[in-house]
């Protein structure tokens, strides 16, 4: 029992030699300005597609009028003809959402690894020049601000951001 105490202490002892610190992942993604800068390509990336749907559903609107102010004027076979365009758009309208939506989702993913990526690379980098054994980010459940290098992190990924 004794040696196990003393073995514990050992074990404390060297710890303290170890240098630790943390990063708030979330804190640093979304103050980068590579965050922000991602966030202006994808809209840019997805304007002409959301005007193309709103589009699309004012024309359908427009026809659903079209049928409400002159479908008793209507022959039968024109009234069929105008609801199964109606239909028809609606259709292609509903498919072409959630292809949007999907595709919308895949570039966000693939906008948010690259900038964990670099993040990532960023923090490496940071806590070896800082002499930094371990750098420890999510499921922690306390940490005294001395030890959290986020704000380093996210001064760095501005000063990288500048620089290109």
Same mark, same amino acid.
């Given at each position: 029992?004794?040696?196990?105490?003393?073995?514990?202490?050992?074990?404390?002892?060297?710890?303290?030699?170890?240098?630790?610190?943390?990063?708030?992942?979330?804190?640093?993604?979304?103050?980068?300005?590579?965050?922000?800068?991602?966030?202006?390509? %994808? #809209?840019?990336?997805?304007?002409? &597609?959301? $005007?193309? *749907?709103?589009?699309? +559903?004012?024309?359908?609107? !427009?026809?659903?009028?079209?049928?409400?102010?002159?479908?008793?004027?209507?022959?039968?076979?024109?009234?069929?003809? %105008? #609801?199964?365009?109606?239909?028809? &758009?609606? $259709?292609? *309208?509903?498919?072409? +959402?959630?292809?949007?939506? !999907?595709?919308?989702?895949?570039?966000?993913?693939?906008?948010?690894?690259?900038?964990?990526?670099?993040?990532?690379?960023?923090?490496?980098?940071?806590?070896?020049?800082?002499?930094?054994?371990?750098?420890?980010?999510?499921?922690?459940?306390?940490?005294?601000?001395?030890?959290?290098?986020?704000?380093?992190?996210?001064?760095?990924?501005?000063?990288?951001?500048?620089?290109?």
């Amino acid at each position: 029992m004794l040696a196990a105490l003393f073995l514990g202490g050992a074990g404390a002892v060297q710890a303290a030699d170890y240098k630790i610190a943390v990063v708030d992942p979330n804190r640093v993604v979304e103050l980068s300005p590579q965050y922000a800068a991602a966030g202006k390509a %994808l #809209q840019a990336e997805v304007e002409d &597609r959301e $005007r193309d *749907l709103r589009k699309q +559903q004012e024309q359908i609107g !427009e026809l659903k009028r079209k049928l409400e102010r002159e479908g008793a004027l209507m022959s039968e076979s024109e009234i069929q003809r %105008l #609801q199964n365009d109606i239909r028809s &758009r609606t $259709r292609k *309208l509903k498919y072409e +959402q959630d292809e949007f939506q !999907e595709d919308f989702a895949l570039r966000q993913n693939e906008l948010r690894t690259k900038l964990s990526k670099q993040v990532q690379e960023v923090v490496v980098e940071l806590a070896k020049e800082l002499g930094i054994d371990m750098v420890v980010s999510e499921g922690v459940v306390y940490y005294s601000p001395r030890i959290d290098i986020s704000d380093k992190v996210i001064e760095r990924l501005k000063r990288d951001s500048a620089s290109k």
